[in-house]
């Protein structure tokens, strides 16, 4: 079966300092694969998608970017944080078109 | 005007009820239609995909209305343990597997 991994789970940031987080999926092969974020008390926005390694498209402008080294890893980065990178991180793969299943997130707070 | 909107809630009801939420979404060429629940500071879990034709898991029947462009989801004989956050998500035709949500309605159920 498919499992997703997302780390670290929880994580405190002072402004301007960089960012790196890993989602890595197994059990499947040539993912589709996400990132969200949520703030608080809102709706999933998302940030990136990638259909394969090298692969990225932006869907907002924003201070982050993703990178996919791998093809069953996802990695959201930033050089440098700003307060309202806060919220609720998640990737979510699926296996063809349809279905989208999330890992189990990533809790920012910037301060 | 959000592609896809829901009500808040929250939806407070006891146990045994029957409650049912709706969710519009403006983009009448959208494909495929989710519902997610998510448990407070956890990542959203996908609960059925909604079919033309409607379709129904246990206690939870979904319907889609493409006319009116709307899904529901109607819990019957509710249980403690469906408290929660229920996100609706609308596929978009065309293009990538991206999925547009709901800012979500949260349930409440109590003794």
């Known amino acids: 079966s498919q499992t997703i991994h997302q780390w670290p789970a929880t994580l405190v940031q002072p402004v301007g300092s960089p960012l790196s987080l890993e989602c890595t999926v197994e059990?499947?092969?040539?993912?589709?694969l996400y990132w969200y974020r949520q703030a608080a008390g809102r709706g999933l926005q998302l940030l990136f998608y990638s259909v394969g390694i090298g692969q990225i498209s932006s869907e907002v402008p924003q201070n982050l970017s993703a990178s996919r080294p791998q093809d069953r890893q996802f990695i959201l980065s930033s050089k440098k944080l700003l307060l309202s990178d806060s919220g609720f991180y998640l990737c979510a793969w699926s296996p063809t078109n349809n279905e989208q299943f999330f890992g189990p997130g990533t809790r920012l707070t910037v301060l | 005007r959000k592609e896809v909107e829901q009500d808040p809630g929250p939806f407070n009801v006891p146990e045994g009820a029957t409650v049912a939420f709706n969710c519009t979404y403006s983009?009448?060429?959208?494909?495929?239609f989710f519902w997610y629940r998510q448990d407070c500071r956890k990542e959203p879990k996908l609960l059925m995909s909604v079919y033309s034709s409607g379709n129904e898991d246990g206690r939870f029947t979904a319907q889609l209305n493409r006319a009116s462009q709307y899904i529901s989801l109607l819990i019957r004989d509710s249980k403690l343990s469906d408290s929660a956050t229920y996100l609706c998500?609308?596929?978009?035709?065309?293009?990538?597997?991206?999925?547009?949500f709901g800012a979500g309605t949260r349930l409440a159920v109590h003794p």
């Open positions: 998500a609308v596929k978009r035709s065309g293009g990538y597997n991206k999925l547009i």
């Open positions: 059990g499947t092969s040539n993912p589709n």
């Open positions: 983009n009448s060429a959208s494909q495929s």
